[in-house]
Structures are given as structure tokens and as C-alpha cells.
């Protein structure tokens, strides 16, 4: 596969180290592209998490497009030191905070941290993006009103889901990778107890 780029912003042109070996799978440039054509200026100023971040490519296209902050959690060694040697590159670093991490135990342990647009792109085959799109589902904190998650999948693997919040909006298929759109509800309010 070719190299990857940072496609607009800040940082455009700069090139992206790939993580070493074949247990990640990096999103194509066009599929980068599209996305965030998708999401266009709400970007800007937005807070990003990128699960299962690989290169993270997609949240240090998010900083370099104007993001405010971004979040990067990968649980192997080798993904995280691409990150932070990515980041050094396109001078993304003070924004970010990149943590090794499972991905699963982070969501727990942070349900106060909001973010505006969460990034979902597991290894495939695993059905690890419906485990966290029912994880996100189950963390409300976690999304801001109006977030979206985006999972990125092979186009077999999507299927329906039972889920309290998130409601699926939109999906795009390119080539054979598929975006998933997932609109975060607004939480139901509690009746009040004192209502008879």
C-alpha cells in the first residue's frame, strides 16, 4: 500500500508512518477523504476520539482540519509509538494525548470525558466495532449532544444492533471498506419521583 498523507489542513502533505506488520489495517486516503468531506466544517473546534487508533491517521487529519483535541487509544506498543512519532511530525502533538490502552477499560474508567465525534476501526472479523458501539451506547458521558460515531468496517460485517442511543443515519461504501454514521440521542429524562 502507498504511504498515507494528512490530506488538508495544517498539516497537509505531511507524510504518515504506518504501524509495523499486518495487525492493523490502515484507512485509504479516499476513504479519509470522503469522511471528512462528510463532516466538513463541524470539525473545527470539535473533540475527536479515535479507538483502535492504529496511525492514527483519521484523528490527526481531525487536529490537522481544526480539531480542538483529540484522543488517540491503541493497546499495542508499536501503534502508540507511530502515533506519537506521526503527531511529532505534523506538529499535532499539544493537542493530542495518546494512551495505550484497551479500548474497552478506557470507555469505563473515563465516562466523564465528551467528545464530539468518536472513530471506531477495529481489526476486522472480530465484531469488536458492534462491542463498541454498545459500549459508546452504554457510556452516555462520553457523548456530547449531537456527537457522531463513525465505524469503519468491511462491508460484511455490518449488521442491525440493539442500542438504547445511538441510531444508525447513514453508511458509505468504498471499495471494500464501509462507513457507518451513528447519531447520538438525547438521554431520556427521568420521570420526576415527585410526580404523582
Excluded: C
Amino acid at each position: 500500500m502507498a504511504g498515507m498523507r494528512v490530506i488538508s489542513g495544517l498539516a497537509k502533505g505531511r507524510r504518515l508512518q504506518m504501524v509495523p506488520g499486518d495487525t492493523t489495517r490502515p484507512v485509504p486516503d479516499r476513504v479519509k477523504e470522503a469522511l471528512f468531506n462528510i463532516l466538513g466544517q463541524d470539525v473545527v473546534e470539535a473533540r475527536f476520539l479515535d479507538l483502535f487508533a492504529g496511525s492514527g491517521a483519521v484523528g490527526i487529519e481531525a487536529l490537522s482540519r481544526g480539531a480542538a483535541r483529540a484522543v488517540f487509544l491503541d493497546r499495542a506498543p508499536a501503534a502508540v509509538r507511530t502515533i506519537r512519532a506521526n503527531l511529532q511530525t505534523t506538529g499535532m502533538l499539544p493537542a493530542a494525548e495518546v494512551v495505550q490502552t484497551d479500548a474497552f477499560s478506557w470507555l469505563k474508567r473515563n465516562a466523564a470525558q465528551q467528545f464530539d465525534y468518536v472513530y471506531v476501526a477495529p481489526p476486522q472479523y472480530q465484531d469488536l466495532w458492534s462491542a463498541a458501539l454498545s459500549a459508546l451506547d452504554q457510556a452516555p458521558g462520553i457523548l456530547a449532544p449531537d456527537a457522531w460515531v463513525i465505524a469503519q468496517m468491511h462491508p460484511k460485517e455490518l449488521r442491525p444492533l440493539d442500542l438504547a442511543r445511538l441510531r444508525l443515519e447513514d453508511q458509505r461504501k468504498y471499495g471494500s471498506t464501509l462507513l457507518a454514521f451513528y447519531t447520538a440521542e438525547e438521554a431520556i429524562p427521568a420521570a420526576d419521583p415527585l410526580e404523582r
